[in-house]
């Protein structure tokens, strides 16, 4: 049972180049989130989905995009990294919040990005 | 605004009783959630409360007061492995936790 996968592990960039941060889970979960995580601060939302075809904003979503194509994936990108966004990103999924809040979300490895 | 509070660091020996404490504000209130996160790997979940009291899972117990904006995590008997950050995150409104940053809990032999 892999739970939440999250490709690639670590990366650096140049600042202004693009990528994508992958994220797959195999629980059939609804909801999907991507975090961000700085040292000194808690985890904080970038984007979520709450089920395939939909995304939100969370509180940071600038300079990201999103897109949640298939249920069991949750795609980040950045599309033109800045220093600014040298962090450890999160993806984490669980069954529908509403109406069942105490599911807690299970989270990926983490994926290391520096921003040259 | 939203806001979770809780010590950076704390220290204790191991064999011993720790509580960590965390306070919070949060627009609506779904639940109070634990994690533990060792040093370079991901949040698990440890604890969730939405009523007052105790809940007590092992060696680990997590207390809550709503009218206090108040919980605590209780770890007994602890071990080396118990060295890590915890993360107090509350539930708003809208189903969205809000997160800590941490308490990094430094156990000595």
């Known amino acids: 049972n892999a739970g939440v996968t999250q490709t690639p592990k670590f990366r650096v960039l140049k600042t202004g180049q693009s990528m994508t941060l992958l994220c797959a889970q195999d629980m059939n979960h609804e909801y999907m989130y991507w975090y961000r995580q700085d040292p000194g601060m808690g985890l904080r939302l970038i984007h979520y989905s709450v089920g395939e075809g939909t995304t939100a904003k969370g509180e940071v979503p600038d300079g990201y995009n999103v897109s949640r194509l298939k249920k069991q994936n949750f795609l980040l990108g950045l599309e033109s990294a800045a220093p600014s966004q040298t962090s450890v990103y999160f993806c984490a999924s669980n069954p529908p919040g509403t109406g069942d809040p105490n599911q807690p979300q299970h989270f990926g490895d983490g994926t290391r990005l520096s921003i040259l | 605004g939203q806001n979770i509070d809780q010590p950076t660091e704390m220290t204790a020996t191991e064999g011993a009783i720790v509580q960590i404490n965390c306070t919070y504000q949060?627009?609506?209130?779904?639940?109070l959630f634990w994690y533990q996160q060792h040093a370079g790997e991901a949040p698990t979940f440890l604890s969730y409360?939405?009523l007052d009291g105790l809940e007590e899972k092992g060696r680990f117990s997590s207390f809550l007061s709503r009218s206090k904006g108040y919980s605590y995590l209780l770890l007994k008997e602890l071990q080396m492995k118990d060295s890590a950050s915890y993360l107090c995150a509350g539930m708003d409104s809208n189903y969205q936790l809000i997160w800590g940053a941490g308490t990094k809990l430094i156990i000595k032999p």
């Open positions: 409360n939405v």
């Open positions: 949060t627009s609506g209130f779904n639940g």
